[in-house]
């Protein structure tokens, strides 16, 4: 007769440089599971903000939060990289992976808030402050935008991976990219993303025991 015993397998504890993670709009730091179960980060900050309550309402907030965190790795999906852009500003930040981030912002954004009346539609337009703000903040630190190239939708009449346009995406010229093949919300899901975590994260700038 065999026997089998049970073995209990744990991964070995990270040392790593403090992260923080935020999330897009109208989501939560939920998003970011499994990133963080895949990359097996340890000392982590998952911050949580409301679309509904403003960009710079919650930039204050964000800032109050963090303002005794640093030095900081910050991963972000969506607007979560526009927020991650002006902190820049106030807290130390080493190093950034953007996820699908529209720092050129939205021109959908800018008509389709006449017919929805949001007010996260009047931030992230074009010609919306808190993007056209961004354009002038000079990134100084390693940064690797994740564009994501799958998925569409007809309204936003150019090449997009379903919420945000790949101009949008690939507008700035201070930063890395790199072209993965999934949509706005798969990608999150990705193993490229985890494995370009895990190797920024290992980078000559930032200690990853």
């Known amino acids: 007769m065999l026997y089998y015993k049970q073995m209990n397998f744990k991964l070995p504890i990270r040392k790593h440089t403090h992260v923080v ?3 897009g709009a109208n989501a939560s730091p939920k998003s970011f599971n499994y990133i963080l179960e895949n990359t097996n980060l340890t000392n982590v900050t998952k911050v949580r903000y409301f679309s509904n309550d403003g960009f710079y309402n919650n930039l204050e907030k964000l800032k109050i939060q963090l303002k005794d965190v640093g030095p900081v790795f910050v991963i972000a999906h ?3 990289g526009i927020y991650a852009l002006h902190l820049t500003q106030y807290i ?3 190093g950034v992976v953007s996820i699908a981030t529209p720092f050129g912002g939205s021109m959908t954004a ?3 808030k ?3 009346p949001k007010r996260l539609y009047s931030e992230i337009g074009v010609s919306s402050s808190p993007i056209t703000n961004a354009h002038a903040i000079p990134i100084t630190c390693p940064w690797t935008q994740i564009v994501t190239t799958e ?5 936003h009449m150019a090449k997009n991976d379903g919420v945000v346009t ?3 995406m690939t507008c700035r010229k201070d930063m890395q990219f790199k072209e993965i093949a999934y949509n706005h919300y798969e990608i999150m899901n990705s193993p490229e993303v985890v494995g370009t975590v895990n190797k920024k994260l290992k980078s ?3 200690y990853f025991g």
């Open 21 to 23: 993670v935020i999330h």
């Open 78 to 80: 969506s607007l979560g």
């Open 92 to 94: 130390n930040i080493v």
């Open 110 to 112: 800018d008509w389709i």
């Open 114 to 116: 006449y017919l929805v």
């Open 151 to 155: 998925g569409a939708i007809p309204v």
């Open 166 to 168: 790949y101009k949008s």
């Open 204 to 206: 000559n700038f930032i």
